[in-house]
Each structure stands twice: as C-alpha cells, then as structure tokens.
C-alpha cells in the first residue's frame, strides 16, 4: 500500500492503516515519508506559546522496516502526548544521518579528504605518495565504501598487489586503507560493526619487508631494470632520484 501510493502535484499525507497518527507524506516528486503528526489535549500544559499540532518527520520509508517505524512512531507519539520535547530524537537523527553519509562515501574520497585536511595542516608538502596509492586501491575497489567493503575486496587488493613482487605497493595500500578506517569517528566505526584491519590482515598477511641484500640486481638484467623504471606508473620524483643515483 505505501509503495503504491501516487504523488500528486502538491504534498499530501496518507495515514498508516492500523497504526495512529503515522502517515506517510508523499511529495510531487514521488518522495515518500514516515511522519508521526497529531494534536495534543488540552488537559496538557504545554510552554506558553507552543502549537498543539505536533508533527516529526522520520525519514524516507526505504529506511525502515514496519517493525522500526512501529517502535519509533510510538516513542514519538508518547513524548508528544504527554507534552515532552523530543530534540533528543532531532540531534540522534542528525548524528546517524551523518554516520550513515560517512560510511557510504567511496573509501577514496575518504583518503583525498584526509590527504587535504594534512596538506592544510602543513603536516605533508604535496601528497604525492597518497595520491598514488588511492588510485591503487582504486583500479581494484572502485567506489567501495566502508558499508560495502567485505572480505572479498581485501582478497582483490592483496591478489593485485601481491606480496612477493609488490610488496611496497602491497604494504603502502594495506597501511593507507587502515589509516583511513582509523581517521572515522569512534561512534562510525562501532556502527559499521566490521573489522577491517582483521580482513586486511587475513588477505595480506604479515608483510615482510625486503632487505637490501635482496635488492641487488644482476648487470645482466640493468637494461630491463631501465626500461621498467622509465615504464613505472609513479612520482616522477622517485625517477629522477633513482638516475641521480646511477651518475
């Protein structure tokens, strides 16, 4: 019944069968709305100059199921019948909607907000190496976010980067994804209830890095070594340390 109602060319309201004062507002644009709205009694003192019709607008229907909105509703419907305020709600809603908005966006745009917020604090110069390694996670995640990051997309980073012959990239895109986890909210990454240092520890492992000793290179092999490092996909300033270091 609720998904079947027709938006109009003004706003209307439709109740709730079975359940008092819940409507759902339909908007022109084909919106619809959970909204608790009704008329307190007389026999309630109320602030001198406060209206009587109260309405609190819950949210989109998609949000809730009939089990949530029951439960809601019947908070609100109390506190307004007997005169209470209900900024509490207000400000809950406000905090989960941010919650919920910070957890759908794209894991990289995360990394470039956080990336922006050390170049502002002068804490970085030009975050160059950031900037690489989201567009590594990138090419393997896409637009994931933190709700929809699962196992399986660490198992995709660690098979694309794998830790025998990247293990730089390997272990920079392991340690940039934690460090972005890490900069949510406390309450967000309690809410998203996932572990996902854990998922990235079980894909990669412990990291080891290479020593020097296994770092050299065979003369015989310096011409494909040039032509892959003038091939590489990285800061150029990496390639112009690296000939420095050959003259």
């Not at 040039?226 to 091939?231: A, F, R, S």
Request: proline residues 4%; contains cysteine.
């Amino acid at each position: 019944q609720i998904y079947s109602l027709i938006p109009e060319q003004v706003e209307y309201k439709n109740p709730v069968e079975g359940i008092d004062c819940l409507y759902v507002k339909v908007s022109p644009n084909g919106v619809r709305r959970f909204v608790t709205s009704l008329t307190v009694s007389k026999r309630i003192a109320l602030p001198k100059g406060q209206s009587r019709q109260k309405s609190f607008t819950h949210g989109l229907v998609t949000q809730f199921s009939m089990t949530e909105i029951k439960q809601r509703h019947q908070e609100v419907y109390t506190r307004f019948k007997n005169g209470q305020d209900i900024r509490h709600l207000l400000a809950k809603d406000q905090a989960d909607q941010e919650r919920t908005s910070l957890l759908n966006r794209p894991i990289v745009e995360l990394s470039l907000d956080r990336l922006n917020r050390k170049l502002k604090r002068g804490e970085i110069t030009n975050g160059e190496n950031d900037r690489l390694y989201t567009k590594r996670i990138q090419e393997v995640i896409g637009d994931a976010s933190f709700q929809l990051f699962s196992q399986s997309h660490a198992d995709a980073l660690a098979k694309a980067y794998p830790t025998t012959d990247k293990w730089t990239t390997a272990d920079k895109v392991k340690k940039l994804i934690k460090k972005i986890y890490n900069d949510l909210p406390s309450d967000a990454r309690q809410a998203l209830q996932k572990d996902i240092p854990q998922y990235l520890e079980n894909a990669f492992g412990r990291i080891r890095q290479r020593k020097r000793s296994d770092q050299v290179i065979d003369p015989k092999d310096i011409g494909t070594m040039w032509v892959k490092m003038l091939e590489a996909d990285v800061n150029p300033i990496f390639k112009d340390a690296w000939v420095f270091m050959l003259l």
